[in-house]
T-cell receptor, first 112, second 113 residues
Framework: QKEVEQNSGPLSVPEGAIASLNCTYS??????FFWYRQYSGKSPELIMSIYSNGDKEDGRFTAQLNKASQYVSLLIRDSQPSDSATYLCAVILNTGGFKTIFGAGTRLFVKA | DTEVTQTPKHLVMGMTNKKSLKCEQH?????MYWYKQKAKKPPELMFV???????INESVPSRFSPECPNSSLLNLHLHALQPEDSALYLC????????????FGDGTRLSIL
């Protein structure tokens, strides 16, 4: 089992719809979770951090964490063509030092 | 604009060359990182420095040699690289490395001839 797993997509949604991105992780001891957006040819950009179970909202983005089920998700409301990018889930693993492990990323296409 | 600055943006080198990648941040962060990213793959952690000390080395070949001269600077010295080392090399920093998000530079795109 990979340490951090994401559906690679591509995920295609129409403009204005909700995009739902999911991520599961293997280390039950993990406490810190992040979503990054990466446009083609660019570096990753932090969108959200989440540390506690439940929902965290920031503008059109909502991160959801369920530690019991070991999953974290990202919802993008009112999706825009400019949201088309690869979304990377990242988890800090507390094994042999604190290492950030990225999922493979989900490619999102928002159709105008 | 990014608060983590990497130079050069592009580098082409032969397998016998020696070169260095540089990274600088002025956010007062105490952890700095090097990642390697191949096309359509996620970033892979190479090295972590915490308070200017190497805390994680992910079994990276010795042809890659990191250096942290001070809390704002991070270098990656390259020597005798192989064609498969061609990739985007990303530097990142964070306030701490146990639970804080990382801020990435724009990367150095490295090509080995």
């Amino acid at each position: 089992q990979k340490e951090v797993e994401q559906n690679s997509g591509p995920l295609s949604v129409p403009e204005g719809a909700i995009a739902s991105l999911n991520c599961t992780y293997s280390d039950r001891g993990s406490q810190s979770f992040f979503w990054y957006r990466q446009y083609s040819g660019k570096s990753p950009e932090l969108i959200m951090s989440i540390y506690s179970n439940g929902d965290k909202e920031d503008g059109r983005f909502t991160a959801q964490l369920n530690k019991a089920s070991q999953y974290v998700s990202l919802l993008i409301r009112d999706s825009q063509p400019s949201d088309s990018a690869t979304y990377l889930c990242a988890v800090i693993l507390n094994t042999g030092g604190f290492k950030t492990i990225f999922g493979a990323g989900t490619r999102l296409f928002v159709k105008a | 604009d990014t608060e983590v600055t990497q130079t050069p943006k592009h580098l082409v080198m032969g397998m016998t060359n020696k070169k260095s990648l540089k990274c600088e941040q002025h956010m007062g962060h105490r952890a700095m990182y090097w990642y390697k990213q191949k096309a359509k793959k996620p970033p892979e952690l190479m090295f972590v420095y915490s308070y200017e000390k190497l805390s994680i080395n992910e079994s990276v070949p010795s042809r890659f040699s990191p250096e942290c001269p001070n809390s704002s600077l991070l270098n990656l010295h390259l020597h005798a690289l192989q064609p498969e080392d061609s990739a985007l090399y990303l530097c990142a920093s964070s306030q701490g490395h146990s639970d804080q998000p990382q801020h990435f530079g724009d990367g150095t795109r490295l090509s080995i001839l």
